[in-house]
């Protein structure tokens, strides 16, 4: 069953701890994305990988931090520096070779609630 | 920075009735896209237009692009309570090649039987 997955569904933290949100892909697709959605708002970009070991920060990158050492994945990390994490985070994926065709293809999410 | 803004924030209908929604944006693109949001769930693409067309369809989804006006509508026709979501459009714009969407603040969109 190809797609994305994402876990946990929900996830409280405490403050001043770290959290790391899974994002695993069997699509073979290069690119992968990290969204923040605050409530009643779209989606704004956290930080982008076009290739494995390379990511780019994205609009809103301050307190989140990734990696990407395979193919298929691409945690993300929500530090103790983001002062507001509360949100629902999405990872997508995009193919990355064809130009024209940048669809992309998301994760069912993952609801952050700092308690 | 988001740089889609979409009209109207919520839209509420009667089954049967067409939905049509509208997206602006500010910089050139390469593409135009619409995606649907269940509550609580990730994004579904739906359509693709390029900036050098004008219209396209997708069964119950039309889609038409003004490159002049940077403005874009979805309509969707004979609409059935299951199409109850939030809708955004989402640019790729010209200075980022194609490796980022540009996403707007969505329509919320319901459809009552």
């Known amino acids: 069953d190809g797609g994305i997955t994402q876990s946990p569904k929900y996830l409280f933290r405490k403050e001043g701890q770290n959290v790391t949100l899974s994002c695993e892909q069997n699509?073979?697709?290069?690119?992968m994305y990290w969204y923040r959605q605050d409530p009643g708002q779209g989606l704004r970009l956290i930080y982008y990988s076009q290739i494995v070991n390379d990511f780019q920060k994205g609009d809103i990158a301050e307190g989140y931090s990734v990696s990407r050492e395979k193919k298929e994945s691409f945690p993300l990390t929500v530090t103790s520096a983001q002062k507001n994490p509360t949100a629902f985070y999405l990872c997508?994926?995009?193919?990355?070779?064809?130009?024209?065709?940048?669809?992309?293809?998301f994760g069912p999410g993952t609801r952050l609630t700092v308690l | 920075s988001q740089q889609g803004e979409e009209d109207p924030q919520a839209l509420s209908i009667q089954e049967g009735e067409n939905a049509t929604m509208n997206c602006s944006y500010k910089?050139?693109?390469?593409?135009l896209q619409w995606y649907r949001q269940n509550s609580g769930r990730g994004l579904v693409h739906l359509i693709l237009?390029?900036?050098?067309?004008r219209e396209k369809h997708s069964g119950r989804l039309r889609v038409t692009l003004d490159t002049s006006k940077k403005s874009s509508s979805l309509l969707i026709t004979a609409s059935r309570a299951a199409d109850t979501a939030s809708y955004f459009c989402?640019?790729?714009?010209?200075?980022?090649?194609?490796?980022?969407?540009?996403f707007g603040t969505g329509t919320r969109l319901l459809v009552s039987p």
């Open positions: 699509l073979n697709h290069d690119a």
């Open positions: 237009i390029r900036s050098n067309e």
């Open positions: 910089t050139s693109i390469n593409n």
């Open positions: 989402a640019t790729a714009p010209l200075f980022t090649g194609f490796q980022k969407l540009v």
């Open positions: 997508a994926s995009r193919t990355g070779r064809v130009r024209g065709t940048d669809t992309q293809y």
